[in-house]
Each structure stands twice: as C-alpha cells, then as structure tokens.
DNA sequence: CTGAAAGCGCTTACAG
DNA sequence: CTGAAAGCGCTTACAG
C-alpha cells in the first residue's frame, strides 16, 4: 500500500516536496507572482527543473498536439524561395509536423525585440525554426541560440552566430562547373553578375568563378565583375553596364536564375540574340530556368532537399540528437540548356 | 448573497444545469467517450453551443496568444497559388495574425477524418481557416461549418455547402472580355482550353466566352471547347488536338496562364508562331504571363486581393461581426500583350 | 513572505 | 447509459 514514487508525471505537490516548500508556494512562482522571496523562489525553480514539472496547459499542449515549426522568409517572390518551401511542406507532411509561416518583408526592423520574439517561440510552444536567408540578424539568432531554441539557417547572408546549424549548396562548386563549362566552349572574356557582396553564397559563387579562370590562365578583370542583389533589375542594369564597356563580354554568369532573366529580357530590348551573341549561365535551376526562352543553363541546386534536410536538423536538434555537421552543403550540379554556345 | 448568474465564463457544471444532465456527463461529451445516448449528446452540445462553453485547455491557448489562421493549398506549385498566400501573408502581417500553412496534395484522402480534422483546429485554437481551391471536400468544409468554425474558400470548385463564404474573381465577365478581344481583332475560329468541367471558375469563363460569341453571331463549335486540368500538359495536349481538327481555329483562349504556357511550349516545338500564325490569351494574369515570350495577353485576378480579402472575411467571422454577403467576386480586367494580333 | 484551509473545476470509478 | 460521491491538481483568500 506504499505510495509509488516517481510514477506519473510530476505533480505540484512533488515540486513542493522536492523544494521543501508547500503548494500554493510553488503555484506563486509559476505563475510569476511577485510575493515569493529570493531564496524561495531560486529553490522552487531548481525544483521545477529537477523533477521536469509541467503544468496541465504545457502538458496538453505538448501532449497530442502535432509539433509545429516556424519557417521564416524574408519574401516569398521567387522561385527559389518557393522551392524551399515546397521541400519543408513534403517533409513536414512526412513528419507529420505542422508549419508556422512567417514572411518578414524588408522591413527588418520588427516591432518584437529579439528577446521577446525568442520568448513568444517558446510560449507558443514551438519545436525549432528554419530561417532562410537573411530574414533574422545575428542579434535574433543569437537570441534563439541562448535559449536552446532549434534554429537551422538555409543559406545565410552572414556566418550565423554560436553554433547555429546551416544548410547550403556547393556554391563554390558550382560557380567553378558554370564558368568552366563557358571556358570550355571557348569563351574567355566571362562576366560575373554577382548577389549580394556580403553574401557568403554570392562570395563562394565568385571564387568558383575566379578559380576557373585561374585554372584556365585566364585573368580576372574587376570590370567584369558586378555585385548587386538577386533580382531580374540587377541583370538588366548588370547588361546596360557590361555592353558600355570597351571589351565587352562573350559569356555571363548570373549569381541566380532571376538575375539571369532580367539579362534576358533586356538582351531581347537591345536585340542581342542569346546564345549567339552572348552566353548566358544562370543559378539555382528553379522551373524558371527551364521555361524561359532560351532556356537557360543554371547550376542546379538541390533547393527542395535543402528545405526537407532543415526540417531534418531542426526535428534532431529538437530531439536532443546531435548533428555530425553545424554546416551542410548539399551538391549543385550545372544543367546545360539553350543558352550557352561557343563565341562567335 | 445570490449567486450571480451569467458572470465570468461559462463553466461546465453551468453547460449540465442547462443540459438537464450531470457535469460528469458533460464531461464524457466534451472527452470524446462513447457511452452517452445519442439523445443526451445531442442536448449536452447543444447546451455547449448555447453557453459558449471553452475548456481551460482553449481558455488558455485563446488568451495571450496572437490568433493563428490556417491556410490550405493542396499545392503551392503555382504561380496562381503563391501569389494568393501572398495576398493572406501580407495582410496577415498587417493584422498581426499568424499563418499555419497547410499543403494537402494530391491525396485528398487524408488520413483525418473530417470530423477529426475539424476537432484538431478548434483544439489548436484556430480562429479560422482559408482554403484554397480544391483542398477540402464538401464533407470537410460541412464539418467545419457544423462546428462553427469561421471558413472561406478562395475559387471553390464546387459551390461549397451552408453558408460557407467564397471569394472570387469575375470568370464570366473575364471570359468575355478575353473573346471579345479575340473578336475584334477579327478571329472567329476560338477554341477554349478550359479547366476541370465541374469547376464553378471554369464554368464561369467558359459561359463568358460562349457570351461573347453569341453576341458577335458566331456559332459555339463544340470542338472548339476542351476541358481540363490547370496545368500546362493541358495546354500541350489540347493544341495537338486543335491542330488536328479539319477548321484549325486561329485563336485560344485558355482558361489559365499555366494552360497557356503549355500552348506556348508546344507551338514552339511546332514552329507556330505566336502571334502571327495563332493567337492566344490566358487567364490568372501572373508574373509569368509577363515574363512569357512573347507576353501573354492574360484576364488578371487580383489574386494578392482575393487573398487578403479571404483573410478579412475569416477574421470578421471570428469576430462575430456578419457578412454583407456569402460571395464576393472580385473584379478581373484583361490585360493586352503581344500574344494576341490579328488572323492572318 | 508563507502555508493551512477552503474552494474551484474537472475527471474517475462505480453502483444502479 | 447516468450521476452521486470521491478525488485530483491547482489556486485563492487570509491568518500569522
């Protein structure tokens, strides 16, 4: 007839034993009130972590209900973005998890510090986030990594913070596989429109650009070499820049997809026929590529099994299993289309 | 010293005064047990209604916390669909509402049943949800409707049941205009590569093109019309066929800007030209009617709208406030671009 | 600031 | 299938 300890969840009785302490005491502290001294309050909560209390909400919270996952991009208009995406909603499906969508937009600048948007992930009782791109700055992810929240970033602007775990593709490789293959169709004056300069995947982009050239003895001229941003306006005003210049280039290589049709179409307004007056190599190998007119050689990137493999990390991490790798590439591999043939 | 009446929240010894039945029984209701009489279940939800009745779990989940709108696709392979969420997401931002995305597939055979499915959201403490298309069937949008869960539909393919509030587009208006075009610039061989038959949209479009023939005397040849699905092997397929007919129509007018890419790509392939030897105008008006070659003329949906709109419509619900009205079309305008010209 | 006592709201176990 | 009774787990009101 003894009373079986350690059965059951813990209850608020347990906590106050294991405190020394009665109840309504530890009912004070959880539920913040102020009239609980120092002493009290710091042994009630050693207790609360030390038998794992939760209270009925938390437990019916965490209890039948599917986990949930934030993803958070900082826009949904590209094809890019919405690849990613498409990869999480498979697998997510798959893990049967839910997803929290989150578009900040450019205003950066929330109305959340980041201390309360980390506080609000806990209290809404989220299993981790995914964050592409650059839709959180370090001073957020930071505030993440400080509490234990799961946080994978999918081609992070910037080296993310701590040990924050992040997904990518082999840019580097790929910048080198699109700019040999213009090389060994005989091009050697080869542009480079390039993403943003703090960007670590537009940088990786560049020096697989430039390590081909260098393989081949070709050099690098700076005036070839264009940073900007990955949207279809970089490409339009990329072209106008390039064709002003003395030696114009044969062959471009778009950092992304966008970029390169926004060289398409103003190739179209100057009537510079692509391929034959000008290749064109493009980045990421959404259907974009595939559909545009000529349709485009891109340097694939795996962008739906980068979105799967973040929810994979996240769900691990939140398990508490450990990861091999804080950082994953996944292999890019270049898709030869319609739009590069050798220099007339 | 009575006992005041009506004050604070409904309890659930209050919904078994008002049920005729005990709390325990009540309990048994609310928990989902089997053993209560048909009779009695009915009264005691009856009374849940009446009274308004929450269970500590939702009280808590409703309180603090920023209200959570679930959207369902069941694809986001779109352009048509990713500008809808960006319609839902932009306002969502503005009301500062959160967004659970949900993206069903192909296999509407779930392994929920709608019954369930609608538990999960009131347990969840969804305010709402928009659906998209076809993701839910008319049982499920029943079950949600029965619950009285706040529900709108973005281009239903079916009337959805009850009450249930839709938004969409002027199809029929839209179909006109897009053949009325078509019949000024002097084509009066048209075919229409439409959706799924049953689909209100296509239906709608469809009796908008039939409109405009009639009033321009030219007779409807059933040849001419061929239903189908969204996607761009629809387009593919059913200019084979129209090229196979004895009277080659000299204009199309799909019922989707995907149908008419597959035009596109297939008149490529057969080095038809577009628009000098057959011209053609889609519906949606995406981005990627701008960015075809050439521009497709296109019907534009305010798509971005239709999604904020459904998002107000949920929240208005939610808020008890009534409805002007169960419908609500947007309006559509066609947009001229080079894929149309006249008949040789 | 603390806790014994009372109380609240719901659930469980079981007699009928 | 129903509900009186007991019980559970937490919170509240208040004496000290």
Known sequence: MSTVQGVGRPTLAAVAREAGVSAPTVSKVINGREDVA????????????????????????????????????????????????????????????????????????????????????????????????????????????????????IDPLNPPPGDVVSVGASNWAGGKSATAHLLELGHRRIAYLGGPAEAECSQARLHGYMAALMASGVAVNDEYIIPGVFRPEHGVRGLRKLLALDERPTAIFAASDSIALGVLAEARRQRIRIPDDLSLAGFDGTFQAEEAVPALTSVAQPLQEMGRAALRFVLRQARGELLDSRRVELATHLVVRESTAPPR
């Open 38 to 153: 120092a002493g009290t309050r710091a042994r009630v909560l050693a207790a609360l972590e030390q038998t794992g209390y939760q209270s009925p909400l938390q437990r019916k919270t965490a209890e039948g209900r599917t986990p949930t996952v934030e993803v958070v991009f900082d826009s949904l208009n590209s094809a890019y973005a919405v690849e990613v995406l498409n990869g999480v909603m498979e697998h997510a499906a798959v893990e049967d998890v839910q997803v929290m969508l989150n578009v900040t937009g450019r205003q950066s600048a929330s109305k959340l510090t980041p201390e309360r948007r980390a506080q609000r992930i806990l209290d809404e009782g989220r299993v981790g986030l995914i964050v592409v791109t650059s839709a959180f700055g370090e001073a957020q992810l930071d505030a993440f990594y400080r509490r234990h929240i799961p946080v994978v970033v």
